[in-house]
C-alpha cells in the first residue's frame, strides 16, 4: 500500500480527529487510573518540591499515559472509526 493511499484511508476531518484524541486520553486516564492516585498522594501538600520529589510516581503516571495516547493508538482509531463510517454509508446504500 502506497502512502498516498494510506494517508486517504487514515484521513479524518479536524472536528472527528480532535474528538477521538479526547477519547484516547479519557481511555488512557481510566486505564492509568492508579498512577495517577499514587502521583495524587505524592503530590498532596507539596509545592515545588514535588517536582523532584514525585520524580518516580511521575515517570511511572507519563509511561502508563504513553501506552495509550501515542501516534499508533490514534491511527488505530482513526482507522477503526473510517471502517464505521465505510460500513455506515455501504449499509444506507
Not at 3 to 32: D, F, G, I, P, T
Not at 76 to 83: A, N, P, T, V
Amino acid at each position: 500500500m502506497g502512502y498516498v493511499q494510506e494517508a486517504r484511508e487514515n484521513y479524518v476531518k479536524k472536528k472527528v480527529e480532535e474528538a477521538l484524541r479526547s477519547k484516547m486520553k479519557q481511555k488512557a486516564l481510566k486505564e492509568c487510573e492508579q498512577y495517577t492516585s499514587i502521583y495524587a498522594q505524592c503530590a498532596a501538600g507539596r509545592t515545588l518540591s514535588v517536582v523532584w520529589q514525585c520524580r518516580k510516581q511521575a515517570k511511572e503516571l507519563n509511561n502508563c499515559l504513553h501506552l495509550y495516547t501515542n501516534d499508533a493508538v490514534l491511527e488505530e482509531m482513526k482507522r477503526e472509526y473510517m471502517l464505521r463510517e465505510d460500513g455506515k454509508r455501504t449499509a444506507k446504500v
